[in-house]
């Protein structure tokens, strides 16, 4: 994805992003003070808010082939097994028992199975969060500050099970944290925002 001369005011507030480069297959950060415009960047990739001049470039990505997971995940008045499986059921693809249990287990919700979803712990919906967003195979997964404010287990368990995807299908990741630079095994690439631009990168 090329992102080039994208512009989106929103009241006093103007995102300029002259040039960023997501490469495919890796995982990218994305750091910056509370306000430098982090989450208008991803509302406007995703397709939520629309650019008001400038270039996004999906180089043949669909949007049925992204998702976005937030840092208080909307979970559906639903059971746990449900709610895991409504992307599959939105896209009208089958849906395998057997490899959601096995998912479900990973991280530590097979005995919820078919709990109520919102009756779970933050950590717990956190984890759902992330199964509900890769079983469905997606090809770009945008986490705005899912990480944040985690406890250190669930936080494991999510960036083991996203290093197990990089090293079994790589895909695309665009990761919001604060503590990114305390995490540097887990991205390739690290882009710094300050004032809406992109002022830095790392890799």
């Known amino acids: 994805m090329k992102i080039i001369n994208l512009e989106k005011n929103m009241g006093s507030f103007q995102l300029k992003i002259d040039h960023l480069d997501i490469e495919p297959g890796k995982v990218h950060g994305l750091v910056g003070h509370n306000g430098c415009g982090k989450t208008i960047l991803l509302k406007t990739i ?48 089958p849906v395998d028992e057997a490899k959601v249990d096995a998912m479900l287990e990973k991280v530590g919700l097979l005995a919820q199975k078919n709990q109520y979803a919102r009756s779970l712990s933050s950590g717990e919906r956190q984890k759902l969060s992330f199964l509900r967003a890769v079983i469905f195979g997606p090809e770009f997964v945008i986490m705005d500050e899912t990480l944040s404010n985690m406890d250190p287990e669930s936080e494991r368990t999510i960036i083991s099970l996203i290093k197990e995807i990089q090293q079994t299908r790589p895909i695309t990741w665009l990761i919001v944290n604060h503590q990114l630079e305390q995490k540097k095994d887990l991205c390739d690439v690290i882009h710094y925002m300050e004032k809406g631009r992109i002022v830095n990168e790392t890799a």
Do not use: A, F, W
């Open 46 to 93: 995703i397709g939520i808010l629309t650019p008001d001049s400038g270039t996004i470039d999906m180089e043949g990505l669909e949007k049925s082939k992204m998702t976005m997971m937030m840092q208080r995940p909307y979970l559906l008045h639903d059971s746990v097994y449900e709610n895991v499986i409504y992307p599959l059921k939105i896209r009208k693809i």
